[in-house]
């Protein structure tokens, strides 16, 4: 089983929807979370980290961890043309470690 | 703030010969920064882990003196690709750590490697 399991899509939505992007991951001992939005050519950004269960909001990001069943969620609000990416999700696997480990990623387009 | 650049972005070399990718902080101290590969439709994959002044750790199959990696300042770190194959023509990103977590590592655009 892979550390880190991520649909690849495509998704494809229309401007304003609510949208929801997701990882599983294998070892209940991950503790960082993290989702990253890469553009095509470029490299990844860092949009929101998380340590613990429970949900951290950031503007329209609402970043989800449910510890117990070992799923992280990303939810984009209102999305925008603007947010046409690809996303990934990236856990890091125990702490004092630096390695990151990265999903597939999931490639979505907002439709104006 | 966090900027990581790149150099080059892009490069086409013939088969046989060496590439070097520079990876540099601009306005931050790295003690840490890692070199990843990407595939088409594929997700990032870690190939070594350099710390400044110390010999790098590279992952299991990723050939080290194949891809040779100098941290040699807190703000320079660069991937040599050696006798260079079509099968390494790739999207190499560099990511680097400051004085936070794991999870704070800000990534270089990338360099596109194609290799004839």
């Known amino acids: 089983q892979k550390e880190v399991e991520q649909d690849p899509g495509p998704l494809s939505v229309p401007e304003g929807a609510i949208v929801s992007l997701n990882c599983t991951y294998s070892n209940s001992a991950f503790q960082y979370f993290m989702w990253y939005r890469q553009y095509s050519r470029k490299g990844p950004e860092l949009l929101m980290y998380?340590?613990?269960?429970g949900n951290k909001e950031d503007g329209r990001f609402t970043a989800q961890v449910d510890k117990s069943s070992k799923y992280i969620s990303l939810f984009i609000r209102d999305s925008q043309p603007s947010d046409s990416a690809t996303y990934l999700c990236?856990?890091?696997?125990?702490?004092?470690?630096?390695?990151?480990?990265f999903g597939k990623g999931t490639k979505l387009t907002v439709n104006p | 703030g966090a900027v990581v650049s790149q150099h080059p972005s892009w490069v086409i070399c013939k088969s046989g010969t060496s590439v070097k990718i520079e990876c540099r902080s601009l306005d931050f101290q790295a003690t840490t920064m890692f070199w990843y590969r990407q595939f088409p439709k594929q997700s990032l994959m870690l190939m070594a882990t350099?710390?400044?002044?110390?010999?790098?750790?590279?992952e299991q199959g990723v050939e080290k003196d194949k891809f040779l990696i100098n941290h040699a300042s807190l703000t320079l770190s660069t991937l040599t690709v050696t006798s260079a194959h079509p099968e390494d023509s790739s999207f190499y990103i560099c990511?680097?750590?400051?004085?936070?977590?794991?999870?704070?590592?800000?990534f270089g655009p990338g360099t596109r490697l194609t290799v004839t």
């Open positions: 990236a856990i890091n696997p125990q702490g004092g470690s630096e390695k990151l480990v």
């Open positions: 998380t340590y613990s269960s």
């Open positions: 350099s710390n400044e002044g110390s010999k790098a750790t590279y």
């Open positions: 990511s680097a750590r400051g004085s936070g977590g794991a999870y704070e590592q800000y």
